[in-house]
Nanobody
Framework: QVQLVESGGGLVQPGGSLRLSCAAS????????MGWFRQAPGKERELVAI??????TNYADSVKGRFTISRDNARTVSLQMNSLKPEDTAVYYC????????WGQGTQVTISS
């Protein structure tokens, strides 16, 4: 059974920071990419950031310079989010791709004063 356990979401004021983490366990073979997507109310799910085994990263233009993705180990990925804006409010989903792809259940991030 595959599990992606996300942590670190919450409520923060504009300009603040949050760190999301995702730990993958179970039968996930040949992981090559891990990352984060998000979905705001009424919008489609969108890429936030991904990182490959070779440490190649890809960020959405809207988060470049503010968010940093990292692989803590082979099965854990983190997203450091700084200078948060109200438009960053969304449910953030962990994503893992190996021979198959898997999604976490999502963690709410709310940016509000």
């Amino acid at each position: 059974q595959v599990q992606l356990v996300e942590s670190g979401g919450g409520l923060v004021q504009p300009g603040g920071s949050l760190r999301l983490s995702c730990a993958a366990s179970g039968s996930i073979f040949s992981i090559n990419t891990m990352g984060w997507f998000r979905q705001a109310p009424g919008k489609e799910r969108e890429l936030v950031a991904i990182i490959t085994n070779g440490a190649t990263t890809n960020y959405a233009d809207s988060v470049k310079g503010r968010f940093t993705i990292s692989r803590d180990n082979a099965r854990t990925v983190s997203l450091q989010m700084n200078s948060l804006k109200p438009e960053d409010t969304a449910v953030y989903y962990c994503y893992v791709r190996g021979l198959s792809q898997f999604w976490g259940q999502g963690t709410q991030v709310t940016i509000s004063s």
